[in-house]
């Protein structure tokens, strides 16, 4: 509902025919044919109450101050498009398993951009936002993205020595 401020008519939207609120969500399992572990390699000794947060509540640490190495399901890389729906015709799937050691520095990155897109999803972005962006830096020339980062660093600097220097 709109209300025009100057002639103080009110508005009311049109019900959409082409969306039914009242239909029951069909929720439809997919499969993915590529499943990556990364087991997290990291050398550094934290000191007692050092660990970072999203570190230490990942591990399990035992009494003795040790921990196991972090094996985790990287799925970062999976956009919508690679998945397909599992139903009745279905009669075979492929499965490509990988493994790759992780540096703790990607894995939080990882995890935090995880971490990010729920976030937004939960505040109502939609999916295809993260693909896009997954697109982007998966598709595009990294000396690129960094130029482009370089620019808009330097362009914003510029902008701010400009406003403090007009006033």
């Known amino acids: 509902m709109t209300k025009n401020l100057l002639t103080g008519e009110i508005n009311a939207p049109e019900p959409s025919l082409e969306t039914d609120q009242n239909a029951p969500l069909e929720i439809i399992s997919y499969w993915s044919s590529n499943i ?41 890389w999976v956009m919508t498009e690679d998945l397909f729906p599992i139903n009745e015709t279905v009669t075979s799937l492929d499965l490509h398993l990988s493994y790759e050691p992780i540096s703790l520095f990607k894995w939080q990155m990882f995890s935090q951009l995880d971490k990010s897109f729920q976030t937004q999803s939960e505040y109502g972005l939609n999916d295809a936002n993260p693909d896009e962006f997954k697109r982007m830096l998966r598709d595009t020339n990294p000396f690129l993205l960094g130029l482009t980062f370089a620019v808009t660093l330097l362009h914003s600097v510029f902008d701010f020595l400009a406003f403090k220097n007009g006033i």
Do not use: C, R, W
């Open 36 to 76: 990556t572990f990364g087991l997290v390699l990291d050398h550094t000794q934290f000191k007692p109450g050092g660990m970072p947060h999203q570190v230490e509540e990942s591990l399990t640490i035992h009494e003795s101050g040790a921990y196991f190495p972090y094996l985790f399901k990287n799925d970062f």
